[in-house]
């Protein structure tokens, strides 16, 4: 399971209690389902006020005993990073069947509009135009 706390804001005891039952509510059904789960938390953009630290860390702790099998705690990229390599299985790419389903227009080249929709689309990441410039000038050609 994914959290990403992006946007959060707990600005009192009140407001991480409330936060505590909803993340309890949203993970019970799947953890009465299939027992424990192992899950990945993006701190990145959470905002927790100051001296509610112990306050969350007692709330989650409950949390955490009751649904979580593992946890992993990120910021930033390195939650791209971990939710990307889950996603995709990356040692098991076939990179052919990924740039064939990124052309559009099955010419066997992708266009570098093409190779910024396919990476926007598969992995919902945005290319912007100057690392799109550095990864292909013109058409990347896909052969066997």
Request: charged residues 35%; hydrophobic residues 40%.
């Amino acid at each position: 399971v994914f959290i990403d706390l992006f946007g959060v804001q707990l600005a009192s005891k009140e407001d991480v209690r409330w936060f505590a039952s909803a993340l309890d509510e949203v993970l019970d059904p799947l953890t009465k389902k299939k027992g424990p789960v192992d899950v990945i938390v993006t701190y990145d953009g959470f905002d927790l006020r100051c001296n509610l630290e112990e306050t969350y860390s007692a709330a989650l702790k409950k949390v955490e005993s009751k649904h979580y099998k593992s946890v992993k705690r990120y910021s930033g990229k390195a939650f791209r990073r971990a939710k990307l390599k889950q996603m995709t299985n990356i040692e098991s790419w076939d990179a052919l069947s990924i740039f064939a389903l990124m052309d559009e227009d099955r010419d066997m080249k992708l266009s570098p509009e093409e190779l910024r929709g396919g990476m926007r689309k598969t992995f919902g990441i945005n290319i912007k135009q100057a690392e799109l410039d550095q990864l292909c000038h013109d058409e990347i050609t896909i052969q066997n």
